[in-house]
T-cell receptor
C-alpha cells in the first residue's frame, strides 16, 4: 500500500521568508497529490493539488512541485505571513476499489513569526 | 463550491451513551465519504470509507459495531459512536469525494466523553 512520509514535522520561519515542506510516496502508480492546511480546531482545507502530468503548479504565493522519478513532491510558500501558521498535510492516493482513498503525511506545523 | 458540513461541531456526552455525527456535502454529490479520527497534534487516521447505498469499509483495528456508518444518500453520511467511553474522545472529521480524487473535508466534530 501507499506510504507517505512528510518532513519536517515542525518549521519556524520569519515573516516574509519562504517555507518548503517535502513529502515522499511509495506507489509509483499515484498520480494526484493534494496539500491541505489545517488551522487549530478546524477541518483540513485543500490549498493546492497537482497531477502527475505536470511538474509544477502555482497559485499566488503557493506552489507545488512534483518529481515522479524520485517519488516526491513539495509545497513552497513564499513571502510567508503570520496567517500561514497552521499544520500542513500532504496526501497521495491509494488505488483500489475507492479511487478517492488517500494516505496522509504526518503533518508539518508551520509557525510564521512576525 | 465543494462545501462539506458537519453537525454537531462539538458534543459532550456521558460514558455509555451513543452519539451521532452528520456529514453533508452541500453543493455536490459525494459518491464516497470518509471518516477520520484525529488525536491532538497527530495526523488524520482513516476509520472507514462509505459509498452511497453500500456497506462501509472499515480500516484494520476499527470496530464496525462500535462506529456505525450509514451513507443513505449522495449528500449525507452519519457516524454513530455507540456506547461511547472516555477513550473515544477525539476530533472526528469527515470528507467527501466527488468523481475525481479530491477530498473535501468538513469542519470536524469534537467529542468529549465523560
Amino acid at each position: 500500500g501507499e506510504n507517505v512520509e512528510q518532513h519536517p514535522s515542525t518549521l519556524s520561519v520569519q515573516e516574509g521568508d519562504s517555507a518548503v515542506i517535502k513529502c515522499t510516496y511509495s506507489d509509483s502508480a499515484s498520480n494526484y497529490f493534494p496539500w491541505y492546511k489545517q488551522e487549530l480546531g478546524k477541518g483540513p482545507q485543500l490549498i493546492i493539488d497537482i497531477r502527475s502530468n505536470v511538474g509544477e503548479k502555482k497559485d499566488q504565493r503557493i506552489a507545488v512541485t512534483l518529481n515522479k522519478t524520485a517519488k516526491h513532491f513539495s509545497l513552497h510558500i513564499t513571502e510567508t505571513q503570520p496567517e500561514d501558521s497552521a499544520v500542513y498535510f500532504c496526501a497521495a492516493p491509494i488505488w483500489g476499489y475507492n479511487n478517492n482513498d488517500m494516505r496522509f503525511g504526518a503533518g508539518t506545523r508551520l509557525t510564521v513569526k512576525p | 463550491g465543494a462545501v462539506v458540513s458537519q453537525h454537531p461541531s462539538r458534543v459532550i456526552c456521558k460514558s455509555g451513551t451513543s452519539v451521532k455525527i452528520e456529514c453533508r456535502s452541500l453543493d455536490f454529490q459525494a459518491t464516497t465519504m470518509f471518516w477520520y479520527r484525529q488525536f491532538p497534534k497527530q495526523s488524520l487516521m482513516l476509520m472507514a470509507t462509505s459509498n452511497e447505498g453500500s456497506k462501509a469499509t472499515y480500516e484494520q483495528g476499527v470496530e464496525k459495531d462500535k462506529f456505525l456508518i450509514n451513507h443513505a444518500s449522495l449528500t449525507l453520511s452519519t457516524l454513530t459512536v455507540t456506547s461511547a467511553h472516555p477513550e473515544d474522545s477525539s476530533f472526528y472529521i469527515c470528507s467527501a469525494g466527488g468523481a475525481q480524487e479530491t477530498q473535501y473535508f468538513g469542519p470536524g466534530t469534537r467529542l468529549l466523553v465523560l
